[in-house]
């Protein structure tokens, strides 16, 4: 099938703005939007510019808007989004090129929540144990892949306030909710801090 790749592409070094651009391309209905991207740029404008790297969904560095939804390319099947295919980068971070954008504001509110254990208790003999139920109270938020695809999706998070968004408040359950970590109370603070 021919598919109409329509992607925003923008240089900071010639480009006064983003602009699209559109790309005929055959592709299978079976191929990820990021097999088109990597035809694009292999065959036709090595210049694209976009971030990969596992194509499985798995490192969380693809994360783009495709027809308006923010989305893994590497997730997503031609035969899921028609012949007619728009790839945009992420809202609410700068565009650094085309689909590229500077990740650092959102890695910011990741940091500010602290996304680490804490434990200043001296250390047992042997590990610290925890039981399969202390264990299961956390296990969906060590899930996230820190894609910035649900942030990025967050008009709260465009509003450039304090607000850390979805992904940092994932990662604040992931530490607070386990047995071992002892930064529960100073987390939330800093979450309710930064709720405006
Ligand atoms: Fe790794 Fe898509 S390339 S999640």
Redesign the pocket.
């Known amino acids: 099938m021919e598919v109409t790749l329509r992607i925003l592409r923008y240089n900071p070094e010639t480009d006064q703005k983003p602009h699209y651009e559109n790309y005929q391309i055959e592709a299978e209905p079976n191929d990820q939007v990021?097999d088109l991207l990597n035809r694009v740029k292999w065959h036709t404008d090595g210049t694209l510019s976009y971030r990969?790297?596992?194509?499985?969904?798995?490192?969380?560095?693809?994360a783009v808007r495709i027809n308006g939804v923010n989305r893994?390319?590497?997730?997503i099947l031609v035969k899921d989004v028609g012949s007619k295919i728009t790839v945009e980068p992420i809202l609410g971070l700068p565009i650094k090129k085309d689909l590229i954008v500077d990740m650092e504001p959102f890695f910011e509110h990741y940091r500010s929540v602290m996304p680490y254990l804490v434990n200043d208790e001296p250390a047992p003999a042997e590990e610290r144990y925890q039981t399969i139920e202390q264990r299961a109270r956390f296990d969906d938020t060590t899930k996230c892949?820190l894609?910035a695809a649900c942030t990025t999706s967050c008009p709260s998070f465009w509003a450039k306030g304090q607000y850390v968004g979805p992904a940092a408040m994932v990662q604040a359950h992931r530490f607070s909710f386990d047995s071992r970590d002892r930064a529960g109370a100073e987390r939330l603070k800093i979450l309710n801090d930064r709720m405006g």
Do not use: N, Y
Request: a positive charge; aromatic letters at 0%.
């Open positions: 990021l990969k790297s596992c194509a499985h969904g798995v490192c969380g560095s693809d893994l390319a590497c997730k892949i894609c």
